[in-house]
């Protein structure tokens, strides 16, 4: 069975931080892009962030760049978003999505962010 599991969302007040995992079973993680969205209430989802299958090579929206760090480990499956200095505007539900080309993508359920104080 597949799975994408999100975890680490929460309250935090501006300028926290928190890190969010995706964990991943069912298929090979290591064949997939890792990218993490998030949708805000009455907004489109949005692409945050992407990590190569290797790990080497990153991508940021610009709104997010020197703040969050996207990361994967493949011997466990897991991807991570690390996120510092968060803004109001950050708030949003976050989703993990696995995207291969060949082989199609997967979603988490998501987590919710709130960034308030």
């Known amino acids: 069975q597949v799975q994408l599991v999100e975890s680490g969302g929460g309250l935090v007040q501006p300028g926290g931080s928190l890190r969010l995992s995706c964990a991943a079973s069912?298929?090979?993680?290591?064949?997939?892009?890792v990218n993490w969205y998030r949708q805000a209430p009455g907004k489109e989802r949005e692409s945050v962030a992407s990590?190569?299958?290797?790990?080497?090579?990153?991508n940021y929206a610009d709104s997010v760049k020197g703040r969050f760090t996207i990361s994967r480990d493949n011997a466990k499956n897991t991807a991570l978003l690390q996120m510092n200095n968060l803004k109001p505007t950050d708030t949003a539900v976050y989703y993990c999505?696995?995207?291969?080309?060949?082989?199609?993508?997967?979603w988490g359920q998501g987590t919710q962010v709130t960034v308030s104080s």
């Open positions: 069912g298929f090979t993680f290591n064949y997939y892009y």
């Open positions: 990590v190569s299958r290797s790990g080497d090579n990153t």
């Open positions: 999505n696995a995207a291969s080309i060949s082989m199609g993508e997967y």
